[in-house]
């Protein structure tokens, strides 16, 4: 009976335990991904591809608004394209941090203003930012996969009428 008991003590303690990463929104892991976010808008303000794309994991996953996904390929062609026409300015603020094992979701808000470098018309937008960061084997966080929403509406499609 004894060696019952202490059977079940000890099925039920195993059934309690989880080897599965338990999720926190405080500590070291979440300090480094506000970190991370702040390294980033620094990048991004000042133009650097280089600096900001140090800032992504291998093989990411960028999700833009009424876009197709793109690469870290497409991103760093995208992003040097767009830094070496344009000046921009982002700002971001951390609205959730959440940390399960070895990886990180940011919810943040952010705003951008943008002002051609030659000829154009400046713009700006808003919207809501999701990021799925991964720490690497240096215990450093990087973006792995991300997407945003913009609250400024597309641009109205250009008549397809024929004209008079």
């Not at 018309?121 to 996969?145: F, H, M, N, Y």
Request: net charge negative; glycine share 6%; with cysteine.
């Amino acid at each position: 009976m004894r060696r019952m008991l202490l059977l079940l003590l000890l099925v039920i303690a195993v059934g309690c335990t989880t080897s599965e990463p338990r999720a926190t929104t405080s500590g070291p892991d979440v300090e480094a991904i506000q970190d991370w976010l702040a390294q980033t808008i620094t990048a991004y303000n000042s133009g650097d591809a280089e600096a900001a794309l140090a800032l992504y994991a291998d093989e990411t996953l960028s999700m833009p608004p009424l876009e197709p996904p793109m690469d870290t390929e497409q991103e760093r062609a995208t992003m040097q394209a767009f830094f070496s026409e344009n000046d921009i300015q982002i700002a971001a603020n951390a609205d959730d941090i959440v940390v399960a094992g070895d990886l990180g979701v940011l919810r943040a808000t952010y705003s951008e203003r943008w002002t051609p470098k030659a000829e154009g018309e400046a713009g700006e937008q808003r919207g809501t930012w999701l990021v799925i960061l991964r720490k690497q084997a240096d215990g450093s966080w990087k973006l792995w996969r991300d997407m945003w929403t913009s609250e400024t509406p597309p641009p109205e499609p250009e008549s397809t009428q024929p004209g008079p």
